[in-house]
């Protein structure tokens, strides 16, 4: 039987995550507008197609199939698919809500009801298997037409959109929610700003400077979502949420030491800084000279500092799939993908079917670093497998492999933890498998509930448990005391 030394808490917090834009479908119904999601393509040229000097967020149905339309249709189907999470044991459900849902536009006064009466039903639905909903604010998306006609988060109004969008969400659901994360993979924006930040060539995307103005709004937007939330109700907690993806320096040449600092700062902890510090890091002035401007460039007002100050977070979320290594001296250029950025090929690694490198020693380097760093609870909110599942002749999904994947990783968590760092809970990515965010596949898998469709939108939809549920569901009643799948039954 294969067992970890460390016990985790009582109140761990295991179950699932998954995004609006990446499963609920329905996007067209019920009053909600469009997102700047749904103008995503399918398929693997999605991010060259938006990068296109000319891309102005046209949907062309004629050209392009847009698999985040119909999602795996979450939106009518979320009560059984809840009480399959609740078979599985979760103790929490971390989902988005589509801000277009409840704000059309963005930009209006009043949220529309029927948004949020789904939203009421999902959380009710959790509440009757106990189960914690822990929701992201913003994951990848935004009414379309704050991308459009506002030219998405650069653009210091949408700080006031996101507050009163906020403040509707926490007055609606503060009682019953006690989690909320606010942009999810908040950093990602140094590579892909399309999906964060709404930014693409058309609308400045191509300007580092329009990515870091965006940033800093949503650095006031966040802290003052912290500042709602906890006028509201001082038992919610409102965490950042992070793309960490740990880096290495390829050898010990310091040239390769220090670019991979800096890589670490830049990368990893930018925005972490400015959201669970308070305030802009040291070495904020080398950042944006390597980008050509300064401080003084970005719009940032006193009353913005004095209020990232006082409205910290209260802890740290991360999603955490792959390392990446740093090499600057020319001893190789073998590049390797990885989760929205790539890096070197690091030849200790194996690769998944996409090419992002599997390291589960890496999760526990980065819950230790980023503890060290902060000292506030972690939350692993996302980590998983992407692969091509195949259902067996008896019709059945044997995937040892994203078992494997799952179990390493849980393992690096329970030595982090042994390590002295305060996890407070691991949500895997995609319980159920959900359209891609980087190739808008559904063949991309990464749940332990294979949903029938493919990626031309054929399929049943219907739900089927694959071998992994029922290992999760060993490792959640035995609180991770159990990882083995020697001997289980499915
Ligand atoms: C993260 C995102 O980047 O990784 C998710 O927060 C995404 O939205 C997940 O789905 C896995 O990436 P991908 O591209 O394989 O779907």
């Given at each position: 039987m294969d067992l970890i030394n460390y016990e985790f808490p009582k109140d761990f917090l295991w179950g699932g995550a998954t995004a609006a834009n990446q499963l609920e479908g329905g996007f067209d119904q019920d009053g909600r507008g469009l997102s700047i999601a749904d103008a995503l393509p399918g398929g693997k040229k999605r991010f060259d197609i938006v990068q296109t000097p000319d891309f102005n967020w046209q949907i062309d149905e004629k050209k392009y199939s847009y698999p985040n339309h119909l999602g795996i249709d979450f939106y009518h189907r979320y009560k059984k698919d809840i009480e399959l999470f609740a078979e599985m044991g979760f103790k929490a459900y971390r989902f988005s809500i589509s801000w277009s849902r409840i704000y059309p536009r963005g930009d209006e006064k009043e949220p529309n009801q029927a948004g949020l009466d789904f939203y009421e039903k999902v959380i009710d639905e959790c509440s009757k298997y106990q189960i914690e909903p822990v929701i992201t604010l913003?994951?990848?998306?935004?009414?379309?037409t704050l991308a459009k006609e506002y030219g998405g988060w650069k653009n210091r109004q949408l700080i006031d959109f996101f507050e009163n969008y906020t403040r509707t969400i926490i007055e609606t659901f503060g009682n019953k929610v006690h989690y909320f994360l606010t942009f999810n993979e908040i950093n990602s924006a140094m590579q892909h700003p399309i999906m964060g930040q709404g930014l693409v060539p058309s609308n400045g995307g191509n300007e580092k400077i329009n990515v870091f103005q965006a940033w800093h709004n949503q650095f006031v937007a966040s802290s003052r979502a912290v500042k709602l939330a906890h006028d509201f109700n001082s038992n919610i907690k409102v965490g950042c949420m992070l793309l960490y993806a740990t880096s290495y320096a390829y050898n010990a040449d310091p040239r390769n030491q220090l670019a991979n600092l800096q890589n670490n700062q830049d990368f990893n902890y930018f925005c972490g800084d400015v959201q669970v510090r308070g305030e802009y890091p040291a070495y904020t002035n080398r950042l944006f000279a390597k980008y050509g401007f300064t401080k003084s460039d970005l719009k940032i007002i006193k009353e913005d500092l004095q209020q990232l100050k006082t409205y910290p977070v209260d802890f740290v979320s991360i999603s955490y799939y792959m390392s990446t290594a740093v090499e600057t001296t020319g001893i190789t250029d073998e590049q390797v993908a990885g989760n929205l950025m790539g890096g070197v090929r690091n030849p200790f690694l194996k690769v998944n079917d996409w090419d992002w490198q599997i390291d589960p020693t890496g999760l526990r380097i980065a819950l230790d670093e980023l503890y060290d760093r902060y000292q506030k609870p972690i939350f692993v909110v996302e980590n998983g497998l992407g692969a091509k599942d195949k259902v067996a002749r008896d019709g059945k999904i044997y995937d040892d492999y994203r078992i494997d994947y799952l179990k390493s990783h849980i393992k690096a968590i329970g030595a982090a933890m042994a390590d002295g760092v305060d996890v407070m809970g691991y949500t895997a990515w995609g319980c159920i498998d959900l359209v891609s965010a980087?190739?808008?596949?559904?063949?991309k898998r990464y749940g332990m509930i294979y949903v029938d469709l493919d990626n031309q939108g054929n399929g049943t939809l219907n739900r089927k448990k694959k071998k992994s549920f029922e290992w999760y569901k060993q490792v959640i009643a035995t609180n991770g005391r159990v990882l083995s799948s020697d001997n289980l039954k499915y």
């Open positions: 913003s994951h990848y998306e935004m009414p379309l980087s190739t808008g596949e559904m063949s």
